[in-house]
């Protein structure tokens, strides 16, 4: 067993212990890499996951839930996040509202958008005049959405340490109840929770890829991650 799924489970253990948290039921829209690499981290945490797939018997996906383990399933999208407590929108930017849409109502539920959306077709510029959190909270009106998880690789979010340090992990949207559960999450996995402010904000989150993506294109290629300042 990895140091790194050492340290989680011991965390979720004295969690509990400790009646700080209670486990969720999330579901996670997608298995590829983003859902790949969050869902065995929840799980770690003590969280029941079951992953939203348009084939949950396939060979891949039920790989994924016996990796994840702590009674992980899949189903069909719609199916998995019925009773759900938390959806994670593991899916391509540009597909995310939609996708939402589909969904059906998500009222009460926190949905974690971890999304980018992005044109590169010359300059490379955000696909919307908004940002994709705003038009996932617009699709569902009823939920809390928080923007997590956009600013940084799949790598780093099972391997913080491989940034050499400190991951901070921005976090935008307008419910503070909602904030406060997702930066639990995200403390839990070694990571930094950073409290952004409302989810009209996301837009400025996301607009990090953009420069990351130049950045490349120019021949400066730059870590992709924050770090906040240490106190003194």
């Known amino acids: 067993m990895k140091n790194r799924q050492l340290v989680n489970i011991i965390f979720a253990l004295l969690m509990t212990l400790s009646g700080i948290a209670n486990a969720d039921r999330i579901a996670i829209i997608g298995t590829g890499d983003v859902g790949a690499a969050l869902g065995p981290e929840f799980a770690a945490l003590g969280h029941e996951i079951i992953y939203g797939s348009r084939d949950p018997e396939r060979d891949s996906v039920q790989a994924l839930v016996n990796k994840t383990g702590n ?15 938390i959806v994670v929108l593991a899916v391509p930017g540009r597909l995310a509202e939609s996708i939402t849409a589909e969904l059906g109502d998500l ?33 569902a ?33 307008n ?28 837009r400025h ?13 120019n021949g400066e290629p730059f870590d992709y991650h924050l770090r906040k300042t240490p106190t003194r």
């Open 107 to 139: 009222s009460g539920k926190i949905i974690i958008d971890p999304t980018n959306n992005y044109i590169r077709d010359g300059v490379p510029r955000l696909a919307t005049d908004t940002s994709n959190g705003e038009a996932i909270q617009a699709a």
């Open 141 to 173: 009106p009823g939920a809390h959405v928080v923007k997590a998880f956009n600013t940084l690789s799949w790598r780093q979010m099972v391997d913080p340490g491989s940034s050499g340090g400190p991951v901070s992990i921005p976090l935008v949207g």
């Open 205 to 217: 989150v996301e607009g990090m890829l953009v420069l990351w993506i130049q950045a490349r294109i």
């Open 71 to 85: 009674n992980a399933s899949a189903a069909m999208p719609t199916e998995s996040v019925v009773n759900a407590d």
């Open 175 to 202: 419910n503070a109840e909602a904030k406060e559960k997702v930066a639990e999450i995200v403390s839990g996995m070694g990571l930094e929770p950073m409290d952004l402010g409302p989810i009209q904000n996301a």
